[in-house]
């Protein structure tokens, strides 16, 4: 099954202040799912085949820690189930310790995705 990590920092960009989620100055939310996404695409891409392409459909995502600006998360998914075109994957954030030793967690859920085949699923948009 699908497994993917990706490491991000965090910026002044990617604060609950500037993408509009909240008054403070530390990793928003709406951020944070967004790497918990990129992390299912990047462990579904082995998976898909000629034009294909997977989209989001449900997430369920808890924030359990704020993270400061210049701290680094790993943001894991791993697939847990897959039934046809359906991918469920479980995905956790975790902050980056010395030595890149896993971290306090900081975000833990469930995203899960549908394989589509681009040009159908694109041309139902017009």
């Avoid at 400061?68 to 790993?74: D, F, I, K, R, S």
């Amino acid at each position: 099954m699908g497994e993917a990590s990706l490491t991000f920092t965090v910026t002044e960009a990617d604060t609950a202040l500037a993408v509009g989620s909240g008054s403070l100055p530390v990793l928003g939310t709406p951020r944070l799912l967004a790497w918990c996404e990129a992390a299912t695409c990047a462990a579904v891409e082995p998976d898909l085949g000629a034009g294909e392409t997977s989209v989001g459909t449900r997430v369920d995502l808890e924030h359990l820690a704020a993270t400061a600006v210049g701290g680094t998360l790993v943001v894991t998914a791993r697939q847990v189930y897959a039934d046809g075109r359906l991918r469920r994957f479980a995905v956790s954030a975790r902050e980056a310790g010395p030595g890149g030793a896993p971290g306090r967690l900081a975000a833990s859920g469930e995203v899960t995705r549908v394989v589509v085949d681009a040009e159908r699923f694109l041309a139902r948009l017009g």
